[in-house]
């Protein structure tokens, strides 16, 4: 099993001392790391991360003060808490020199053992306090990135479920309740500006036809496939929604001119009737279906969006009459 006691390194070159330590130092709470020279020291924090160092100043080859500069350069071990071994506390210029090298205190030889423990009980004490507190940090972190992905996810459901009480299933186009509210935004736009635009109603010629001679199925993948084409052809200013079944409804902004209008809606039957390709249960079919669209002219005399709408309506049925494949124009909204 893993010790996860916190490490404390033991820096000595006199193996008495070593052995001295370890047994004072035995039961203290930390897992015993011991170097012999500043060399080894060295390599043993960049492989470690230690509570606390206790480190024998006078060495060959290297000394203490080095040993806690060269630390002090790195930036990941510069934190590292270091205690000084010296027979020279007494020593004002050493003790000076220890701090600048980065001791936090010094202990004197001979050790006094009770100052020894209890000095490094505190530094333990403290490194297990600040892990502690990392620990509750990183948690805290982690909690709170569940959080925001849980409100996240929550705002994403909210919108998916606005979307959809608002928009058709099965095209994604506005529904007939987002149409009425974009239809009375359009009046109360036109009623302030003082410009005028035009609703369309639009049905699907021989779509029956193809429900009864293919199958629902078909029928769906020919109603996303027109809600395609006419999202396609539409500006960005004006709204397409699908009304239900194979009814649709425009609202052209923007509309004033009624050549041009009736050039557009025309454009649109004319893309409309062209052939649908549709995968079917025993290979492709290719349905072919026409629309008809009744045109009506919002004007500020117009008593209201239902009236407007029935105006548009008349003109949809007498394009039915008149023979499918069609737009019409309501005269009257015209005038």
Known sequence: ???????????????????????????????????????????????????????????PDMDGFEVATLLGEVEQLRDTPIIFVTAAYADDLNRLKGYRSGAVDYIAKPINDTILLSKVRVFLDLYNARMQLQQAMGELSERNLQLQEEIAERQRIEIQVRHQATHDMLTGLPNRALFHDRLRDAIAQATALGHGFALAMLDIDGFKAVNDTHGHPVGDTLLKAIGGRLRGHVRAGDTLA????????????????????????????????????????????????????????????TPSDEALIQAADRALYEAKRAGKNRCLLDMASAA
């Not at 649109?268 to 349905?287: F, K, N, R, T, W």
């Open 242 to 301: 699908r009304l239900g079944g194979d009814e649709f409804a425009l609202i052209l902004e923007d509309a004033t001119e009624l050549p041009l209008l009736l050039q557009r809606c025309q454009e649109l039957c004319d893309m409309l009737a062209l052939p649908y390709p549709l995968p079917g249960p025993s290979g492709e079919v290719v349905a072919r279906v026409s629309a008809s669209i009744g045109i009506a002219v919002w004007r500020p005399e």
């Open 1 to 59: 099993m893993n010790d996860t006691r916190p490490k404390l390194l033991i820096v000595d070159d006199t193996h008495a001392n070593l052995v001295a330590m370890r047994h004072l130092l035995g039961d203290c709470g930390a897992e015993l790391v011991e170097a012999t020279s500043g060399n080894e020291a060295l390599a043993l924090c960049l492989e470690h991360a230690f509570a606390l160092i206790l480190l024998d100043v006078n060495m």
